[in-house]
């Protein structure tokens, strides 16, 4: 049998092809791994027993797949020979191949940074260029615990880089409290020296080495780097995750800056990257990988959504290739503990997960006899309003093939949706919203435009806009109701705020949940500040008084607009008014207390309704939480994280003097070692 394997490679198509026997049976083999025909349609440009085509962004899969067939090959008629061949050209040719012309320069840390590297910050020197090198990538991806020093590890890096101009994006909330403080300021400056910065939106860029930009303004560093000619080494992306949604503006705009500005080293960082689906990786790629183009995009997102079996695992070896982890150093930290707080209230019964099923049920009956009973007048609704935009559309020069089309796709849908078959319909749903939301709803009037959205979902799918219409108003409602009425009492919420010497900060996922803690805890003498809903534009001048002011205590917020960014030592309490459902927002929010620079124990209690043997609503979250845990586990093999302890929930009413008093003896033997770290915060 010919085992003989040659290539070539594309470089403007960004293609790889592989010649050889690879046997008859080579796409079986690839299907039984787990990459069914449809997935293979995607990963290859071509796959059969003489050629292989692939991106050059998905040689890593192509070699984790040749490595699994040569421990299982034999069973499905491929040439192993050819498949070693393959693998070898893969890791000694092209991978062994790539290489990083770069050298860090320690020396320049020492000379110009005023703080040494600590110990578990090490490790992001001795592996950066390694894992340019294993991926021929332009950076890694810095995953470093909150607190860890990733303002001080991504600056000193950029630093021995020898970084002609380096972009920094960022928060809003950290720009001048973390980002200028550090390059330019009196009391966190990292530099023995300060350097010269600019902030993107605040005058003209006069040749500054450090370009410092927030989310909201990336529309204009393309504009500056074009005008000025700027020469941009070094990209240092905060708080990455930040940028997980695909479809959001900033996204968008930070993927387009990667394919303009050629930068040649990227620092992509935080301490939660990932949150739960390969989703969460394109924009860490899209900044790491000069590879991942428009075509490999879409392809990477057809072929592993849904993963399974060998594609999970390739995913996360893929991650894990880009990934330096940093973990926080706890020797320096004081001790955390997270409490559930177990509270009753008289209508507790109300909130049983018993009680709320019975009203989900009542709600979905009713509604759907509503809704089937006016079906007729919504049909007509949107068979008029999409009439009159289909004619103006035409008159406009809009091909009638489009038109025909939706047409086609909604009656796919609408068969579907009748046969219990919607799932397989997933491309049609998608592209009829589409061009709903291109070609419709731009025809219409605000009014007419809510019409036809309402009606539109009875016509295409009754029962789920009936769901989603009952987790809305039964679920979700029930959730912000009870965690309303928990923060009522304010006899509890003064316990727990008494039972610090420093300050506190309140989260919860509803802005209505917030406003009553600040209404009872104002009717218990207490001063709070807010950030969130209306207040959230004054996040900056908020917080720094929330600091500053003794007087000022708690801060009261959501999980949204402040669980990242900001560092507020100055509280070593968290309260909860209901849990977030992604342990990374837990993690951040966890983080703006324990972190580098705090001085006493930490505490985060968490509110739980108390029903008996019932289960509840409050208890769910836990739920949610933990099964989110384990999805980020599954795909990055990092299993870290702050843990809750359900196991000895707290009374409300034990003595909460006993912990204080526990609290400040620990925190007087923390203050020495803070002291000394402080400057990492």
């Known amino acids: ?182 390059i330019a300021g009196d009391k966190g400056l990292l530099f023995k020296h300060k350097q010269q910065y600019h902030v993107v939106g605040d005058g003209e860029y006069n040749g500054e080495k450090y370009i410092i930009a927030h989310y909201e303004n990336l529309a204009k560093l393309v504009p500056l780097y074009k005008e000025y000619n700027i020469n941009i080494t070094t990209l240092i ?85 880009y990934n330096v982890s940093v973990k926080k150093g706890t020797s320096g930290l004081p001790p955390i503990s997270t409490k559930v707080v177990k509270l009753k209230l008289k209508n507790g019964n109300d909130y049983t997960l018993v009680s709320i099923s019975k009203r989900l049920i009542k709600y979905v009956d009713d509604r759907t006899a509503i809704l089937k009973r006016d079906l007729k007048s919504h049909q007509d609704i ?45 491309d049609e749903v998608k592209r009829a919203n589409k061009f709903e939301k291109t070609y419709v709803e731009p025809m219409l009037n605000s009014y007419d435009k809510e019409r036809f959205r309402n009606s539109k979902t009875v016509v295409k799918y009754l029962d789920l806009k009936v769901r989603g219409e009952a987790l809305a108003n039964v679920v979700m409602r029930a959730r912000e109701s009870v965690y309303s009425e928990l923060a009522s009492v304010s006899g509890n919420l003064n316990k727990l705020l008494a039972s610090t010497s420093k300050k506190t900060l309140v989260f919860s996922q509803y802005t209505k949940v917030c406003k009553v803690v600040v209404d009872t805890a104002s009717s218990a003498k207490y001063k709070p500040i807010s950030v969130f809903g209306d207040s959230t534009k004054d996040l900056t001048r908020n917080v720094n008084i929330f600091i500053n002011r003794k007087e000022i205590n708690p801060l009261v917020t959501t999980y949204h607009s402040l669980s990242t960014g900001v560092p507020l030592i100055q509280a070593n309490v968290i309260l909860m008014y209901g849990l977030p459902w992604r ?71 034990v003595d909460m003097d006993a912990m204080y008093r526990q609290e400040d003896y620990l925190g007087k033997g923390l203050r020495a070692i803070s002291d000394v770290i402080n400057a990492w915060r």
């Open 1 to 182: 049998m010919f085992n003989r394997v040659s290539y070539v490679y594309n470089a403007k198509k960004k293609l790889y092809t592989f010649t050889g026997s690879f046997g008859h049976s080579i796409s079986f083999g690839i299907h039984k791994l787990g990459y069914s025909r449809n997935k293979q349609k995607y990963l290859f440009e071509k796959l059969n027993e003489r050629v292989i085509i692939i991106h050059s962004f998905f040689l890593p899969d192509l070699k984790f797949i040749c490595e699994a067939l040569l421990e299982v090959g034999s069973e499905y008629d491929v040439n192993m020979s050819s498949i070693q061949s393959l693998l070898t050209i893969i890791n000694v040719d092209i991978i062994g191949g790539y290489k990083s012309n770069h050298k860090l320069d320690m020396d320049a840390i020492y000379r110009d940074m005023r703080y040494k590297p600590l110990p578990n910050q090490e490790t992001i020197y001795t592996e950066y260029l390694d894992v340019r090198a294993m991926n021929g990538s332009r950076g890694m991806l810095l995953t470093a615990g909150v607190g860890t020093g990733k303002t001080y590890m991504s600056l000193s890096l950029s630093l021995a880089l020898h970084s002609d101009v380096v972009l920094i994006i960022a928060p809003l909330p950290t720009i001048q409290r973390v980002w200028v403080e550090s």
């Open 237 to 321: 992306v905060d708080e990455v995750h930040n940028f997980n949604s695909l479809k959001s503006n900033r996204t968008e705009l930070l993927m387009k800056l990667c394919e303009v500005i050629p930068f040649a080293h990227a620092i992509p960082m935080s301490g939660t990257p990932i949150r739960s689906s390969a989703v969460d990786l394109v924009p860490i790629l899209k900044i790491l990988s000069s590879d991942f183009d428009a075509r490999a995009l879409n392809r990477f997102l057809k072929v592993y959504k849904g993963r399974s079996g060998l594609m999970g695992h390739v995913l996360k070896e893929r991650y894990m290739a």
């Open 382 to 426: 949107y068979n008029t309003l999409y009439k009159q935009a289909k004619e103006l559309q035409l008159a406009n020069g809009v091909a009638k093939v489009e038109f025909v089309d939706y047409e086609s796709d909604i009656s796919i849908i609408v068969g579907a949706y009748n046969n219990h078959r919607l799932n397989q319909v997933n």
């Open 583 to 653: 342990q990374s927002v837990f993690d951040q929010t966890v983080g703006r207390i324990w972190r580098v620079g705090q001085d006493k124990p930490t505490t985060v209690y968490i509110m739980e309704l108390e029903t008996g043997d019932e289960p509840n609503i409050t208890g769910r979250d836990f739920h949610i939480l933990d099964w989110y845990r384990q999805q980020v586990a599954d795909f990055t093999g990092d299993e870290d994280g702050v843990v809750i302890d359900r196991e000895e929930p707290i009374n409300i009413d």
